[in-house]
């Protein structure tokens, strides 16, 4: 069974950076493309970021771009989540998902597996 643990959350002020980590295990991590989401209260789960089976190819949300960069390492199969310049509308739970496919999605219904999220905070 897939498990998706998220780690490094927490409170930071507005400008500052964040690296969010996404630990897998259990399943073909190496050959799975990978996503970041975010659910803010009273909103839906949004997309935020992809990355595909090898590094190669990534996605960003509209909103992210230029802030936040997405990467993986294979070998300890973990995805990561880089954010920098961060806003209060960054402000929310952070979800990683791994989908049964190597190449980059947006839609949250193009992936299988999901972790328990982590919380942001960004304060004015």
């Known amino acids: 069974q897939v498990q998706l643990v998220e780690s490094g959350g927490g409170l930071v002020q507005a400008g500052g950076s964040l690296r969010l980590s996404c630990a897998a295990s259990?399943?073909?991590?190496?050959?799975?493309?990978m996503g970041w989401f975010r659910q803010a209260p009273g909103k839906e789960r949004e997309f935020v970021a992809t990355?595909?089976?090898?590094?190669?190819?990534?996605d960003y949300a509209d909103s992210v771009k230029d802030r936040f960069t997405v990467s993986r390492d294979n070998a300890k199969n973990t995805v990561y989540l880089q954010m920098n310049s961060l806003k209060p509308e960054d402000t929310a739970v952070y979800y990683c998902?791994?989908?049964?496919?190597?190449?980059?999605?947006?839609?949250?219904?193009?992936?299988?597996?999901w972790g328990q999220g982590t919380q942001v905070t960004v304060s004015s």
């Open positions: 998902a791994q989908r049964v496919g190597a190449f980059i999605r947006t839609k949250t219904n193009d992936y299988n597996y």
């Open positions: 990355i595909n089976w090898n590094g190669g190819n990534t």
């Open positions: 259990g399943g073909t991590f190496s050959i799975s493309a």
